[in-house]
Nanobody
Framework: QVQVVESGGGLVQPGGSLRLSCAAS????????MGWYRQAPGKERELVAV???????MYADSVKGRFTISRDNAKRMAYLQMNSLKAEDTAVYYC???????????????WGQGTLVTVSS
């Protein structure tokens, strides 16, 4: 069983910063990609940023230059540093991880429960 757990959400003023963390655990052989997605009220879930095991990254246009995704492969952690936050960044942020399980080497993809980020004065 593989799971990911997010942490670090909260209330922040416009222009402020937050750092989200995602911890993966369970029967993991390898994690290929880790990503952050978000879902704002009344909207569909959207990609925010993704990072591969080799460190390649991809960002949504709306967060380029403001958000930075990183990961620590040894700790099975991913992070999302969010700077210059705007009201429109308010959403539930979800961590996603895909890779291979250690018991049967089958592909897995898991989602966390989400962490709420609210940007408001």
């Amino acid at each position: 069983q593989v799971q990911v757990v997010e942490s670090g959400g909260g209330l922040v003023q416009p222009g402020g910063s937050l750092r989200l963390s995602c911890a993966a655990s369970g029967s993991i052989f390898s994690i290929n990609t880790m990503g952050w997605y978000r879902q704002a009220p009344g909207k569909e879930r959207e990609l925010v940023a993704v990072i591969t095991s080799g460190g390649s990254t991809m960002y949504a246009d709306s967060v380029k230059g403001r958000f930075t995704i990183s990961r620590d492969n040894a700790k099975r952690m991913a992070y999302l540093q969010m700077n210059s936050l705007k009201a429109e960044d308010t959403a539930v942020y979800y961590c996603n991880a895909g890779g291979y399980g250690s018991r049967d080497y089958r592909l897995f993809e898991v989602w966390g429960q989400g962490t709420l980020v609210t940007v408001s004065s």
